[in-house]
């Protein structure tokens, strides 16, 4: 059982910048950050392949986003700089043991069996 606590969310302008953490028990093959806005669906924001380093990110963060981990710490980053309004969010970290998944599956949450309890990310105009 992964374990997963997040932090480091709050209320920023837009233009600013925030860094979540996630702190686990124990590093999975594939973690990641989702995040679910009012009445939307969640969805997939960076995922990282551990053993290789691997990243995958959602179209509307690329470049302005950057999922990374530090497993002698434990904890999963999201560095998030030039925050939009429409980047407001419960945002959670999730953590898939089963290295067998097409890449396009990546996106779908279900395929995630372990979440933390998220953290809000607030971004006013």
């Known amino acids: 059982q992964v374990q997963l606590v997040e932090s480091g969310g709050g209320s920023v302008q837009a233009g600013g910048s925030l860094k979540l953490s996630c702190s686990y028990t124990?590093?999975?093959?594939?973690m990641g950050w989702f995040r679910q806005a009012p009445g939307k669906e969640r969805e997939q924001v960076a995922i990282?392949?551990?053993?290789?380093?691997?990243?995958y990110y959602a179209d509307s963060v690329k470049v302005r986003f950057t999922i990374s981990q530090d497993n002698a710490k434990k904890t999963l980053y999201l560095q998030m700089n030039m925050l939009k309004p429409e980047d407001t969010a419960m945002y959670y970290c999730a953590a898939r043991p089963d290295g067998v998944i097409a890449s396009n599956a990546l996106q779908n949450p279900s395929n995630f069996p372990y979440w933390g309890q998220g953290t809000q990310v607030t971004v006013s105009p």
């Open positions: 990282i392949y551990s053993p290789g380093g691997g990243t």
């Open positions: 124990y590093n999975t093959i594939f």
